[in-house]
């Protein structure tokens, strides 16, 4: 499976994940907060630099929380997602966490899989 999307689209959609991250982690909503860059991430897939920078985002809000597993993981992500924007063998759907296998597909939310859509 592959997102296609413009390039403007996508951009909005992380701008506006962006804005619930930030606003989630003034506040101290950790959950919330992972659940923004997780949809950054999954929107972000086919697009090499936004996708790196979803990583690079994740490596930040990890290293401030100091949870010392998922900065690993973010490490180990953004070595590896320049190959795989490189070769187009992305998991797409993945969240991009430690949490879960760098390689899995995974299924889009349903709200975000219609956004994504609603082109």
Do not use: C
């Amino acid at each position: 499976m592959k997102i296609l999307l413009p390039l403007e689209h996508a951009r909005l959609l992380v701008t506006h994940e962006m804005a619930q991250f930030e606003a989630a982690q003034a506040e101290g909503d950790t959950d919330t907060a992972w659940h923004s860059l997780e949809r950054i991430h999954i929107i972000s897939q086919g697009f090499g630099i936004m996708h790196l920078s979803s990583h690079w985002r994740m490596l930040l809000y990890a290293w401030a929380l100091r949870d010392t597993k998922e900065v690993f993981g973010q490490l180990t992500r953004l070595a590896l997602a320049p190959v795989g924007n490189l070769t187009g063998k992305l998991p797409f759907g993945n969240t991009g966490r430690a949490n879960v296998s760098a390689f899995l597909p995974m299924e889009l939310p349903a709200d975000l899989s219609a956004q994504i859509t609603k082109i």
